[in-house]
Nanobody
């Protein structure tokens, strides 16, 4: 099992940047594919980005490509989401997710991920 704790959310103006962190404890994070999802009020949880166990492959939702970067430091059991050029529509609670067996074809499906953090709020003002 793995426990996930997100941090780094906050209030930022449009065009600004934030870096989210997800600290994993328990079983080492290098055993898991890691992902970020977000959920805005009244909307379903949606995929943002994912990174393979060794960090060699990354995947992004189309609306964040070129603005967000997912990375990981397995020595620190931490995954990051660098968010640049933020827009008001990026406002949401951001969740870290982990799974040891999720398939590439299932990355965008929340129910395919087994472990979740508690979420961190990101608010982008216009």
């Amino acid at each position: 099992q793995v426990q996930l704790v997100e941090s780094g959310g906050g209030l930022v103006q449009a065009g600004g940047s934030l870096r989210l962190s997800c600290a994993a404890s328990g079983r080492t994070s290098s055993s898991y594919t890691m992902g970020w999802f977000r959920q805005a009020p009244g909307k379903e949880r949606e995929f943002v980005a994912a990174i393979s166990r060794r960090g060699s492959s990354t995947y992004y939702e189309d609306s964040v490509k070129g603005r967000f970067t997912i990375s990981r430091d397995n020595a620190k059991n931490t995954v990051y989401l660098q968010m640049n050029s933020l827009k008001p529509e990026d406002t949401a609670v951001y969740y870290c997710a982990a799974d040891s067996a999720v398939l590439l074809s299932d990355y965008r499906t929340p129910r395919r991920w087994n472990y979740w953090g508690q979420g961190t709020q990101v608010t982008v003002s216009s």
